[in-house]
């Protein structure tokens, strides 16, 4: 024999308590105890043995003087049936018993007015003799629903909307399943399973005094709405926060393969050779690569810089939407993102940017407006580069018509950050031999010059000075503010007079020499400062000859960055966490992503394993998203609520976090169960939409309490009968339903057309 | 050769050609002699310079684009990535200088071995500036010699009075037309755009994938 004891010393404050153990909601009692055999479940105790068992346990008991009721199990275990004793004081005794039908339910006992029947058999009595106030019988009831699949309403639309549609064809009707996160960012990617598989709601009667069994058959019609208290909890898709297996697939699943593949790329020269000794099995097939870049070239938006994420500009990733972060996200999901794939991939990718180039063709989403984006990829500053040499290439040069001087082109020059880098490296290289920067700056000088004197034939070099770097002026106007007077200003006298500054007086001479020097020519007519061809040809040559370790870390930033963007699109509502959570990781993506930059790898191990870890909490992130989005979804018209039950999973999830080990137990279980405000009901209800008249056929519904159509999925009830007469009469000792009342009987029921508990308690004086 | 002036999408092959040797043997002369017929005083070379020619050889239109590098030292790194995918390349060197003849050996020689990716490429080696012809110190020997040992073509030319100038690239472009792997590589690079291309046969083998 084994002794169990189990306590719970919170005042019992409601009947329907969650921290309830079960024995405790079965019987009403608040301490008790179970005798059980050793062997635990499989041994049967059959009802002699169980009794005699109970007896000398109550022997036992009250030779100590304990009060507390003893259980013991009965029968096969999965009747869960108890015999249990409880002495209480000297003259009363408590005997409970429960047992359990798990098999269709005789009718009489599915329904309200059947168990009250039963209820008052147990005194001995017909409810036809029921009539005096000898006994009152109180009745509290609580129903517990689970809302319908959400899909299965607009499956049903569709096929209601088939059948009007065409009457003749009902049978070859399409079943079209829509999926709950379609309109997310991420669809477009994968499909996530909703992890929030619908929502219980738990309807709470309180305690009702009952005259006759009719009063139990308008209870059983009774809406819900009646019920003082409204709780609502979510009912999870656990696969999904619990999920050691890593069968999640999402962005982060398809990131950690992407940094695999980063780890294969450094064993690996060129591109090409990935191909010749692929392995054809990983590449998907033709048809696939061909529907993949007809997506990424045809008719591409134009990347939307307002979705860019504020602090995602530190990641140094293409902007989402444009080509490159675009190709980055298809090769997340091409051929399963290995090093094979990718190559394939990179390989079209880049012929169809050289046809592009070579046809002039726009480049597809890749906006520059004439400037080069230094915070992004490199790949992504070479092909807005190159969009911008198409564009000079393909424009045909107007003959210059009125000129002006908002003709002239002072735009500086346009440079990715390594023909910066370039650059520098040539002003070390012909330090001595002549200085390059000057050469630079004297030929972008001398272009001024040449459109300005076309632009006004008469204008002197004073003018130029004036326009150019007006800083550079010193109107002698101003020294002589005192003399001069208003009304002369006004009238203007031009040439203004004045004189060029000291500094431009030092620089005087030779800028007046590249002044003499320079021909009167449009900006148009000029020879262009950046060679469209030449600069384009190079950045073909770049990608062309791209080695796969710089491809695969460039892809890395603008993967994550963009997947995070994407993700980040999500409509979550003011959820404060989750956008916390959100900037938070757009920080560790950026810092973990710094030892990319500069291409040197120090420790390729080290490296990689902080991206592992980095995909990680990145798929933490996601989870969490992808929850709120559901719960957002559902709740959009019930915020308080809906903020409240994603609190509670974020601070049951939050633990999980940050941690890149799956192998830590967390035995915490998720719980959350809000109060509904009477405001909040009419938005719970919606939840429940009326099944339609398909969907009825399937179900025979039996028990009554409707909501909306739908059966509780569990009917709790508690009959409590107390018998006035005896107040007062046999000492301290009695347990007490309310002041000066004797809880004589208690039942407890809880079921379903084909399963039903019953346990009484039976409070007795020998 | 006929230079052609339409269209220059419309070529049959793409051939990537780079030009190399020290500094001021004439690369960016030659370069300029050859695609637009001048020749001026040009400042240097800073890092890699580019010019695209649209040739007809042997009824085949061929796109030659040519990379001219600095030879400085400096810019070593930065223009040894343009061996890479090269067909040809072509050695530069001044009759009138013997150190830009005896660097081809000592230094430029090496780098094709060690950046040239492809080892079917053409190397060509090419005298420059023969127009003085007075202060030339290399003879057409030592050059043929040379070119004997490390396999490649010969010609001397003078970037100057254009002499031999489209010879140096037509010899070139003959020689890796009669090159079949190199005729593969120039052909892949070509024309080819997803939406003007027939549908690819669904492949059967590969249909597992997705
Ligand atoms: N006389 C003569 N001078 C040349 C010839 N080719 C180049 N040069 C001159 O040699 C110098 C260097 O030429 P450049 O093309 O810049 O040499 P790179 O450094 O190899 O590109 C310039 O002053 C040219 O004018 C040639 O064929 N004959
Ligand atoms: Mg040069």
Redesign the pocket.
Known sequence: MEYYFQTNCAAKSSEWTDELHELQLMFGVKEFMVIAPATASGVVLDVPEASKLLSSVAIALSNCGSIWPAFVPVHDPTREAFFGIQNMGTIFTRRFDADRIRSQVPIKLMHLEGLHQLFLSKFGLYATDFSTNFLKVKFLMRLTYITPPFDGEDDAQVREHEVSQSPGKKDIQTYIKTIWDDDYPWSNWYSAEDPLKGFELTAIWSEHTVDDSLEMEELENASVFEAEKWLLSPVLELNMTDDPMGHFIGFSSQLRLLVKALDASFEVKFIEDLITDGNPASVPSPSVLDRVLKGLFHDGQIPDRQHDHGIGGTIKGAPLGSLFAQFCLNALWFGNCNIHAIAVLWIEFVREVRWCWEESQPLPRTMTNGRIDLSSCLIHQKLQMLAICIGKKGVKRDVNGNSSVSDVDKDPPIMTEDMHEERLQAVEAFGDEFSFSALLEREILSSDMSAFKAANPDAVFEDFIRWHSPGDWESVENEERSSASESVRMKGDWPPRGRLSARMSDHGNSWRKIWDESPSLPASEQKPLLDPIREGEKILHYLETLRPCMLVEQMISSAFKASLDTLSQTSYGDLKQMKLKIEQLYKTISTSLKPLRGNIVADRAELIGDLVRLCAVFEHVEKLLIFAASIRHKLADATRLCEAIFSDFYNYYLPKMGTGSSNICYDKVFKSKQLIKAHEREVIISLFPHPTANQSWRKVLSMGNLLNGHEPLTREIIFLAHDGATDDQYGRNVPRGSPGEVCTHRMYVCGTSNDLQVALSVTSWD | MNSSSSNQSEFDYLFKLL?I?????????????FTSNT???????IGVDFKVKIVTVGGKKLKLAIW?T??QERFRTLTSSYYRGAQGVIM?Y?VTRRDTFTNLSDIWAKEIDLYSTNQDCIKMLVG?????ESERVVTKKEGIEFARKYGCLFLE?????RVNVEQCFEELVLKILDTPSLLAEGSAGTKKNIFNQKPPQADASAGSCC
Not at chain 2, 128 to 132: A, E, F, L, W
Not at chain 2, 157 to 161: G, L, R
């Open positions: 030009l040797g020290d500094s001021g043997v004439g690369k960016s002369s030659l370069l300029l002699s020749f001026e005083d040009l400042s240097p070379t001219d600095a030879g530069v001044d420059n500036k023969v127009d003085k030319c003078s970037a100057k009075t």
